[in-house]
């Protein structure tokens, strides 16, 4: 049976929205999972609660603060605004080529082709003019990236709303903590110009207390990929980039708990993802391969070789603790920022990159190494070398360079791709 | 006094021996935000670090990858090959690709023992209060690890000098860029370009002689009559005169650009504010417009290449992206309509470090000068 690509077909010609197009789709997922598999409907929840919050908005009278990069979302949900984060709507059309190529296309007008496929993916969606809704406040900040840094500031200028900007200091030490502190300070005078409306700390509190659930659950989700063998599949690793967007709302630190329940019961049961057993663990030394996440189940059924973690980094986020300290507060904020995802590791000095790593090879114990380079991703291509000699030197594991997009599905095939991992496992992993 | 040299493009590392000779450090400097003035008055003699005549970076494709800017790769190439006979290097985070050029020499460095001095400091995106605030505490570090250095304690007498001096060098550069907008100019675009990279290892002192004895005889020189088009260039780091040559080689004459090894760094003297001298130094690198890695003066730095090329009659712009800069490739996305609504028309054009597609630049470059040049 030909697939039904009406939903597609309707993005492409233009006659459907991004945020429709999410929300559609996510919808007849969960119709299919609710006859064939009711018991992983929960994988789905967070997807379905995004996206339908995202284009409901202003239907439900609230006002939509885009933003990309480490911003603190904590803060504009506690002005009762629906934060959209960018890096969600590339990641959801990644694995759709065809749709991806369209946004990314439109964006290849204005900036080079070898900028990040995540921000020519959003940019090409607001050249196209196809959200389908409007922002209302565009925040941005000035990592993670080179293509991020000219991207965001000439979205702000393109979507023409009020905008703010965070300057992320490069190295992270006490003074770059306080200088962040300093603009969160900034941002929240923006945020009550914006909305007219005072920050209410008791709202603000809600949304630390659930921030804080969604972080613990994540550190004790990262924490059961310790166990051997490890007790979640690779895959589960990408849901972690929702919290982003999402870490401050109870649905994220649902989602957790069930995965978390989940992991616990596969270690009771002694169960791996990998059919036939694990037999390697792999540490993934960059972004997740968004275009194709189905790499990771491969190698799990091929090679019984299961992720165990990534260097897109989420392990264990910053948790607040003294929620009547407005100052130690904003300091938590700050190190969130400085160690986001994508932040922490790769838009700093490469120690940070390096610090990063070791802890995955140290806590994780992963006997196979592979870089799988988003090109997109210059940056960290240029600490590559220091960071899989130190894995070489410290941990005698070789590492696998492989040059793909994380985005843009078009610039290798799945099996150029798992040729490529294949004959890695085959010629020097099972040697 | 022969001025010649300062028509030589290449890195010699003859001045930098010579100090270097009298027992005093130099350090390479990295992008646009490191103030030399500090350097200076510190008696360490700041040498900006460039790529020249970097055909091929084997070692800097080793360590970055080919994903990286070539022109990044190639000044590690030069770093790791010891082309740059210097006591280390100072930074500040200009764009990722200089930022993990630094990292990668700090790394071999450390990793070989060698024991050279490696100093980054945080150079803000935007340009308000706290931002200066940030960035004077991120000098006044510099300052202290340069004092232990050199062994030199700086006083702002000392600064103020060093400003002084430099403020000399940023007046001449003034007046030799005066000399573009003559209408028969009696200096091309490729050795306007060689002049500027000259500031870059030589001593301030060396290369404002250098320029006084150029501008003496400017006069003598012979005015440029047979070009077609004035044109201005704008884009990535750009070191190489020979670039702009094989432009001008097809009837095209630079009389202006926007580059950040050319005319951007000498385009405003520094004012000091007595009571504040090392704010007044913080103030000028952080607000000056050299490029569009900062966040909140884009705009500012699109009117002034508009109003640039205005200002010196330009007929066209050549607008060069190094391939992986992504802050100056993606700028085009606000510059371009800006010049076009100035009827200022854009040749665009990609290229690497190395000239290596000199015979397709040319066949581009007498093409968009054909089509702009006007009729007398």
Redesign the interface.
């Known amino acids: 049976m030909a697939k039904d690509t009406r939903l597609e077909d309707a993005v492409m010609s233009g006659e459907l929205s991004v945020f429709d197009f999410c929300c559609e789709k996510v919808e007849g997922q969960m119709e299919r999972m609710k006859e064939k598999n009711p018991d992983l409907l929960w994988t789905l929840q967070i997807q379905y609660d995004m996206w339908h919050q995202v284009r409901d908005a202003h239907a439900n009278g609230k006002k939509l603060v885009f933003f990309g990069g480490p911003v603190p979302v904590d803060i504009i949900v506690a002005f009762d605004c629906v934060p959209v984060y960018l890096d969600t709507v590339p990641i959801r059309l990644s694995p759709n080529p065809v749709l991806t190529g369209k946004f990314i296309d439109a964006a290849e007008k204005y900036v080079p082709p070898t900028t990040c496929g995540l921000c020519k993916t959003y940019l090409g969606t607001l050249v196209e003019d196809q959200y389908g809704v409007e922002a209302d406040a565009f925040v941005y900040s000035s990592v993670p990236c080179d293509s991020s840094r000219v991207v965001y500031p000439n979205m702000a200028r393109m979507m023409n709303v009020p905008s703010f900007g965070f300057d992320q200091p490069f190295r992270r030490d006490e003074r770059g903590l306080e200088y962040l502190v300093d603009q969160t300070e900034q941002f929240v005078a923006f945020m009550e110009e914006f909305t007219g409306h005072k920050l209410d700390w008791d709202v603000m509190k809600e949304t630390m207390k659930n921030a804080n659930r969604t972080y613990e659950l994540q550190g004790k989700c990262a924490d059961l990929r310790k166990h051997k063998p490890c007790p979640l599949p690779g895959r589960m690793l990408v849901m972690n980039g929702t919290s982003n967007a999402m870490s401050c709302y109870p649905e994220m630190g649902n989602l957790l708990e069930k995965e978390l329940e989940t992991g616990e019961m596969m270690i009771e049961l002694g169960i791996s993802p990998c059919p036939d057993g694990e037999k390697h663990r792999v540490a993934l030394l960059q972004n997740m391969l968004w275009s194709f996440s189905g790499a990771m189940d491969w190698m799990e059924r091929e090679y019984g070789a299961i992720t165990v973690m990534d260097a897109f980094g989420y392990q264990h986020g910053e948790i607040y603790e003294h929620m009547d300290d407005r100052h130690d507060c904003f300091r938590t904020i700050a190190r969130k920022m400085e160690n986001s995802p994508m932040i922490h590791g790769a838009a700093g000095p490469t120690e940070n990159y390096i610090y990063l790593v070791d802890k995955i090879f140290t806590e994780y114990e992963p006997d196979v190494s592979i870089f799988l380079g988003h090109i997109g991703c210059k940056h960290t291509w240029a600490s590559a070398k220091i960071i899989t000699d130190m894995i070489q030197d410290k941990y005698g594991i070789p590492s696998l360079y492989l040059d793909v997009d994380g985005i843009d599905g078009r610039y290798k095939t799945h099996d150029e791709i798992t040729g490529a991992l294949g004959q890695y496992f085959d010629t020097v992993v099972n040697k | 006094m022969d001025y010649q040299k300062l028509f030589e493009p290449e890195v010699t590392g003859e001045a930098i021996k010579a100090w270097r000779g009298q027992g005093k450090k130099a350090l390479g400097f990295i992008c646009c935000h490191v103030p030399v003035e500090i350097l200076h008055a510190l008696e360490i003699m700041p040498v900006r670090l460039r790529a020249t005549g970097c055909a091929e970076s084997p070692d800097g494709d080793?360590?970055?990858?080919t994903?990286?800017?070539s022109y990044?790769r190639g000044m590690l190439q030069y770093w790791l090959s010891g082309k740059y006979a210097l006591d280390g290097i100072v930074t500040s985070?200009g764009?990722?690709?200089s930022?993990?050029?630094f990292?990668?020499a700090k790394?071999v460095d450390e990793k070989n023992n060698i024991g050279k001095f490696f100093f980054?400091i945080?150079a803000?995106?935007?340009t308000g209060s706290?931002?200066l605030r940030?960035y004077i505490?991120?000098l006044k570090d510099l300052i202290e690890k340069l004092e232990e250095l050199s062994g030199n304690k700086l006083t702002d007498e000392k600064l103020k000098a060093s400003i002084a001096k430099y403020n000399e060098a940023r007046e001449l550069m003034r007046q030799v860029l005066e000399l573009r907008k003559a209408e028969n100019p009696v200096i091309s675009g490729e050795d306007a370009l060689a002049i500027a990279l000259k500031s870059c290892d030589y001593t301030v002192e060396e290369f404002i002689a250098l320029l006084k004895a150029f501008l003496a005889d400017a006069k003598n020189r012979v005015p440029i009559t047979d070009k077609r088009a004035r044109l201005m260039i704008v884009g990535s780091a750009l070191d190489n005169p020979g670039y702009l040559k094989v432009i001008e080689d097809k009837g095209g004459l630079f009389v202006a650009d926007a580059l950040c090894y050319g005319s951007r760094p000498f385009n405003h003297v520094m004012d000091v504010d007595e009571k504040d001298v090392l704010g007044s130094v913080a103030k000028y690198y952080l607000t000056r417009i050299v490029c569009?890695?900062m966040?909140?003066n884009?705009?500012e730095l699109q009117k002034w290449v508009t109003e640039t090329a205005k200002e010196y009659r330009v007929d066209g712009v050549v607008y060069e992206?190094m391939?992986?800069?992504?802050?100056w490739?993606?700028?085009?996305?606000?510059l371009e309509p800006m010049l076009k609504d100035a009827g200022i028309p854009i040749l665009t054009v990609?290229r690497e470090e190395h000239l290596a597609n000199a015979g397709q630049l040319a066949i581009r470059a007498e093409a968009f000068i054909e089509m702009i040049e006007k009729e007398d």
């Open positions: 080793a360590w970055m990858s994903f990286s800017c990044a985070d764009c990722m690709m930022a993990r050029c990292d990668n790394h980054q945080g803000p995106r935007k706290l931002e940030y505490n991120e569009p890695r966040m909140d884009r705009e992206k391939q992986y800069c992504e802050c490739g993606g700028e085009s996305m606000f990609e």
